[in-house]
């Protein structure tokens, strides 16, 4: 089992549409939890980041973890043709020393004009 | 200029030679990753370096080897190119501040390669 899972897509909405994108995890030492967008031919790219449990908002975006059930949300709200991108969720630990930091397999979005 | 360059950009060898890309960056960064990306499974992490003399294995080092020549530059090696190999090779930079926090990190372009 992957310790992060991640639906591939794609998911197409039309534009103005609230998109939902979520990753889940196996792993209870994660503890900061990182959404990246990453365009066609590019690298990714940092979009928001949360530490812990809660919810924390960016205009138009929203992002949501809930530990005790070990998943995590990306919100989009009023989509644009511009945000089709493939959305990639990363959560990091650092136990005992040991660096990790693990990409789910990325959520591709096309929001439809 | 981009703070995280990578070259080449696109690459095509044949089974058995050596490659090496090449990573550097403006950001003054003192961690350094390299990571493939293949369709379905997402990046994985192949080496990271926290300083010029902290060279780690990630997840999937086996037929790779790197080189961190300086705290900008990070080059990674396949000594004996396989078609699996093929792939979307991404470098990273990141900044482990004060703070702490998410280590957010800063990827180049990526490097096309392809092993025949």
């Known amino acids: 089992q992957k310790e992060v899972e991640q639906d591939p897509g794609p998911l197409s909405v039309p534009e103005g549409a609230i998109v939902s994108l979520n990753c889940t995890y196996s792993n209870s030492a994660f503890q900061y939890f990182m959404w990246y967008r990453q365009y066609s031919r590019k690298g990714p790219e940092l979009l928001m980041y949360t530490y812990s449990s809660g919810n924390k908002e960016d205009g138009r975006f929203t992002a949501q973890v809930d530990k005790s059930s070990k998943y995590i949300s990306l919100f989009i709200r009023d989509s644009q043709p511009s945000d089709s991108a493939t959305y990639l969720c990363a959560m990091r630990s650092t136990t005992s020393g040991t660096y990790k930091y693990i990409f789910g397999t990325g959520t591709r979005l096309k929001v439809l004009a | 200029d981009a703070d995280v360059t990578q070259t080449p950009r696109n690459r095509i060898t044949k089974t058995g030679k050596r490659i090496m890309l090449e990573c550097s960056q403006t950001?003054?960064?003192?961690?350094m990753y390299w990571y493939r990306q293949d369709p379905g499974l997402g990046l994985q992490l192949i080496y990271y370096?926290?300083?010029?003399?902290?060279?780690n294995k990630g997840e999937i080092s086996d037929g790779y080897s790197v080189s961190r020549q300086a705290q900008a530059k990070f080059s990674l090696s396949l000594e004996s190119a396989i078609p699996n190999q093929t792939a979307l090779y991404f470098c990273?930079?990141?900044?482990?501040?004060?703070?702490?926090?998410?280590?957010?990190?800063?990827f180049g372009p990526g490097t096309r390669l392809t092993v025949l």
């Open positions: 370096s926290f300083d010029v003399k902290d060279i």
């Open positions: 950001k003054g960064h003192d961690r």
């Open positions: 990273a930079t990141s900044d482990f501040g004060l703070a702490g926090d998410t280590d957010t990190q800063y």
